[in-house]
């Protein structure tokens, strides 16, 4: 199974007046990481908006486990789980980098649409990347 990973350290400015990351950074954190997974598979997302291809947020979860603090390090880790002609469903785990320690876990669903938010078939307009996504779920 491809699981990808992404590092940074928790800015200031992403951290609540308690001192804990808000959970507003989350969803921008997954966003990242699901960015990273598709570059490290050789299809930056650039490169699949540039085919017409969208893929807009269906649905989204996170359940926090430990806070992540200022000037953590931190290490998303990104999967995909679910992947049809229409969907793609990705899960992930977010780590304290030093301490080994589970911050939170997510799951977010999206959509492969075109410019116009039309759901589309990936497999017949983008085959290979609809291959390349498939060939790593097994």
Not at 25 to 44: D, S
Not at 65 to 90: H, S
Request: hydrophobic share 40%.
């Amino acid at each position: 199974m491809f699981i990808s990973e992404t590092k940074f350290t928790v800015r200031y400015a992403e951290t609540d007046q308690m001192g804990i990351v808000h959970h507003s950074n989350y969803p921008v954190w997954f966003e990242a990481a699901r960015t990273g997974f598709f570059r490290k598979l050789g299809f930056p997302y650039s490169k699949i908006e540039g085919e017409g291809i969208l893929l807009p947020l269906t649905d989204i979860k996170c359940c926090f486990k430990n806070p992540a603090r200022y000037e953590d390090e931190i290490e998303i880790r990104v999967k995909m789980v679910e992947l049809t002609c229409v969907r793609i469903i990705f899960s992930y785990e977010v780590y304290n980098s030093l301490d080994k320690s589970l911050i939170a876990t997510g799951e977010t669903a999206h959509a492969w649409t075109d410019r116009n938010l039309k759901p589309l078939n990936l497999e017949k307009r983008l085959p290979e990347l609809y291959k390349g996504l498939k060939r790593i779920l097994i």
